[in-house]
């Protein structure tokens, strides 16, 4: 079982930028597809995004798409998520998750990182 630990999150002003971070523990890591979710408030979890077990493709949904980049580094176990031109409907807990498939996660989730922007 993977264990999962988000950091990076904050309070932005729309406009601005984040970097998020997930390291995650256990074995396999470079072999394995990894995403990001998050859970705005009141609202239930969503995909943001996924990158491949290379790092080699990536793809986002479309509320993000061109604002977001998920990139990985396996030697540290760790995947991160650029946040430009946030926007205040951006604001939710983001988590990270091993998937398969397009989007559907396989490990218990972790904290999750707070990010909030304000307009």
């Known amino acids: 079982q993977m264990q999962l630990v988000e950091s990076g999150g904050g309070l932005v002003q729309a406009g601005g930028s984040l970097k998020l971070s997930c390291v995650a523990s256990?074995?396999?890591?470079?072999?394995?597809?990894m995403a990001w979710f998050r859970q705005p408030p009141g609202k239930e979890r969503e995909f943001v995004g996924a990158?491949?077990?290379?790092?080699?493709?990536?793809y986002y949904e479309r509320p993000v798409k061109g604002r977001f980049t998920i990139s990985r580094d396996n030697a540290k176990n760790t995947i991160y998520l650029q946040m430009n031109s946030l926007k205040p409907e951006d604001t939710a807990v983001y988590y990270c998750?091993?998937?398969?498939?397009?989007?559907?996660?396989?490990?218990?989730w972790g904290p999750g990182t707070q990010v909030t922007v304000s307009s």
């Open positions: 990158i491949s077990w290379s790092g080699s493709s990536s």
């Open positions: 998750n091993h998937i398969l498939g397009y989007s559907t996660p396989r490990e218990n």
């Open positions: 256990g074995r396999n890591f470079s072999s394995k597809s």
